[in-house]
């Protein structure tokens, strides 16, 4: 017999949520009167995927729709084997549809394999494309810095030449005009 998750027991009155995961009703109600504030929507105790606690009138259902609205909380039947139950043997046709569907499980898996080398490789080289774009970026701010401090370098020389002609030239004008007063 299964065992309920939450009180680790066998399943008593067995009820089974949206995810698939059955446990004992009494212990499902307990957990979710244990949660405050009480709302619709409650975790599953295994799992963590919400599914709702709020009742559905089925009157109040459209019978074209009615076959496709399950309540959150489903109650279970379980049939007991036990050992006076002979267990019927698989027929071919069962075996095959397992062998088939085993096959179809592996060739999902690889092609799963390759999509993820795949997806791994195009990552690596879009990282290695950022990398570079953050490369040419720096190096660009380091260039366009280097630019300007030669250009503020050229600019003082310029003005630094600018200031030595004028005394040059302002030198040889008094020169001139010396030479004129003593002739």
């Keep these: 017999m299964p065992t309920c998750n939450i ?13 698939g995961h059955v446990f004992c009703g009494t212990c499902l109600i307990r957990t979710i009167n244990s949660i405050k504030p009480t709302t619709s929507m409650q975790p599953c105790p295994t799992c963590r995927s919400l599914y709702s606690i709020a009742y559905i009138d089925p009157s109040a259902i459209p019978d ?18 036990g050992p006076s139950s002979p267990t019927p ?15 179809e499980n592996k060739n ?18 879009t990282l290695g494309l950022l990398n570079l774009a953050r490369m040419g970026r720096d190096y660009n701010k380091q260039l366009k810095a280097e630019k ?17 002609e004028f005394v040059i030239f302002f030198g040889i004008v008094q020169a001139e005009a010396d030479l004129r007063v003593f002739f």
Aim: charged content about 30%; overall charge positive; hydrophobic content about 40%.
């Design 7 to 19: 009180c680790i027991d066998e399943l008593s009155g067995p009820v089974a949520l949206p995810c």
């Design 64 to 81: 074209s729709i009615r076959p496709h609205v399950t309540p959150g909380i489903r109650k279970l039947f379980l049939e007991e084997s």
């Design 89 to 103: 043997s698989p027929t071919p046709a069962a075996v095959s549809e397992c062998e088939r569907l085993s096959a």
């Design 108 to 125: 999902l898996r690889v092609n799963c394999a390759v999509w993820k080398r795949r997806a791994e490789f195009h990552a690596a080289a």
């Design 148 to 164: 300007d401090e030669l250009q503020r370098e050229c600019n003082m020389l310029k003005r630094k030449l600018g200031a030595e």
